[in-house]
């Protein structure tokens, strides 16, 4: 009669498990599939081997139903096997996969002497044996502090050890006293399942809502961290007599390795700089808020793009640890109409002029490479009413189509050209909506985007 009850029960709790990890969104649901699963399974052998339950079948189903059985009551091996997988670390991981692969292999040799006629008594004597071994090794790593410690990731380890406890000893038992001619009360089966079932769902229910308040908790550290770095940027453009100057930066993640910053001297003379630390992320950001602070050493040599170069590469290369920043500096005297642009390993400069695009490079070695480097070279030029200049980072010209094909300096020219009427700010956010539509609607934003542009009225 047992059966007959707990059956439904287990396959019940099975089926909603599986549908409520199934359409939940929270991280580390898969645990639930797998225990769902093998609740399930496990009530559906308990009901096809039931002799109250085996009469409401067709014929046809009757038939079949040994072997149905058969296999019912080999396949929970894997959920079981896969849910002590998502817990496990380390070679525990490694060993419950090889596991898996000797199972997968013994369910083939089996189905293969099925087709040909042949018995598998032995074999599936055989595949007893070797679960119980299965059972013990991974109670053993659950119930034993040092191993549970080092090889599953438990909030409560104690809870599982019980559970585990309980179902190996009742199983082991089980198969002893049936080598005997004697076999436990199936209640006593579905109890000690049921019991070992609830606590890994315990466990695995307490690890996910632990995981979910980590998430929280870093979700909470980089909406600070994502204040903290707008919080350096320049708050507002400088306001020039005869300079009309836009800035757009949309970081790829929450926080970004970019960062421009503007070093005003009067109303006719002004720095632009725009950096790209190679990365992204919390590690790029941090680095990028070192620029910030680095930027204030050179600004006694604002008008010198060498000179703010090399200050910014001996300052920096002291604090980056490896990593890498490209930069460029463009220096803007209105009051003589002329500009000077230096970079490092940046981008270059573009200057729309007149119904034409020129690409302006100056570069030397990237921030981070030489410490003591210093030779930046600086490209001197006229600037005239009309003229507009653009700095950027590579997220502007390296996002990718459907095709694979970047968006790339001909796209870049073809924007410019065609929206060279209008304003700064205007001008900004069309070419940023061209960059959106040119990456696929279910691509997400691929690299961080800076950029700035300057007109000449």
């Known amino acids: 009669m047992a059966d007959i009850i707990f059956g439904p029960v287990f396959l019940f709790i099975g089926l909603t498990a599986c549908a409520i990890a199934g359409i939940s969104r929270r991280s580390g ?35 079949s139903a040994p072997y149905t059985g058969a296999v019912l009551t080999y396949l929970p091996i894997f959920p079981s096997l896969l849910a002590f997988r998502e817990l496990s670390l380390g070679k525990l991981r490694s060993l419950i996969g090889a596991f898996i692969v000797a199972e997968l292999a013994i369910g083939a040799t089996a189905a293969t002497l099925f087709i040909f006629s042949v018995s598998s008594a032995g074999l599936m004597f ?56 004697y076999r436990t009360p199936r209640i006593v089966d579905d109890l000690s399942f049921g019991f070992f079932l609830f606590s890994f769902a315990y466990v695995a229910l307490r690890l996910v809502l632990a995981n979910e308040r980590r998430l929280l908790s870093v979700e909470r550290e980089l909406t600070v961290a994502r204040e903290i770095q707008r919080s350096i940027l320049p708050g507002s453009v400088p306001e020039l007599r005869r300079l009309r100057i836009s800035a757009a ?44 602070v680095a930027v204030q050493t050179v ?12 200050g910014l590469n001996r300052v920096l290369s002291g604090l980056l640890q490896g990593q890498l920043i490209s930069a460029a ?21 573009l200057l729309w002029r007149q119904g034409e695009l020129q690409q302006i490079e100056s570069n030397g070695l ?9 030779a930046y070279p600086v490209c001197t030029m006229p600037m005239d009413h009309g003229d507009r200049f653009l700095l950027y980072t590579d997220g502007v010209t390296e996002p990718e189509n459907a095709n694979g094909e970047s968006f ?18 205007e001008f900004s956010n069309r070419l940023l909506d061209e960059l959106q539509q040119w990456q696929p609607a279910s691509s997400p934003q691929q690299d961080d985007i800076t950029l700035i542009v300057i007109d000449v009225i």
């Not at 769902?36 to 339950?53: C, R």
Request: hydrophobic letters at 45%; glycine letters at 8%.
């Open 329 to 349: 500096y463009l220096w803007l005297d209105t009051g003589n109409r002329s500009a000077k642009y230096a970079a490092a390993g940046h981008p270059p400069l």
């Open 366 to 374: 990237l921030f981070g490479m030489l410490p003591d480097y210093d």
């Open 29 to 63: 649901t898969l645990i639930f599939v797998w225990l769902g699963t093998w609740s399930a399974l496990y009530g559906a052998s308990q009901l096809i081997q039931s002799p109250v339950f085996l009469p409401l079948l067709p014929h046809s189903f009757q038939d």
């Open 126 to 181: 055989s595949d007893q044996m070797f679960r119980a071994g299965i059972l013990i090794v991974v109670t053993t790593f659950i119930a034993v502090p040092g191993l549970s410690s080092k090889y599953f990731d438990l909030p409560d380890r104690g809870v599982l050890a019980a559970g585990a406890l309980v179902f190996t000893i009742e199983a082991l038992t089980n198969n002893l006293t049936h080598i005997i001619g």
């Open 299 to 310: 600004v006694g040599c604002a008008n010198d793009p060498g000179a703010v170069m090399r």
């Open 249 to 292: 930066y949309r970081p790829m993640t929450a926080v970004a390795g970019d960062i421009y910053e503007f070093i005003t001297v009067d109303q006719d003379r002004v720095g632009l700089l725009v950096a790209d630390v190679c990365g992204h992320g919390v590690p790029a950001a941090l680095i990028a808020s070192m620029v910030k």
């Open 408 to 425: 790339g300096d001909k796209k870049l020219e073809e924007v410019v050209r065609c929206h060279q009427s209008c304003q700064a700010a």
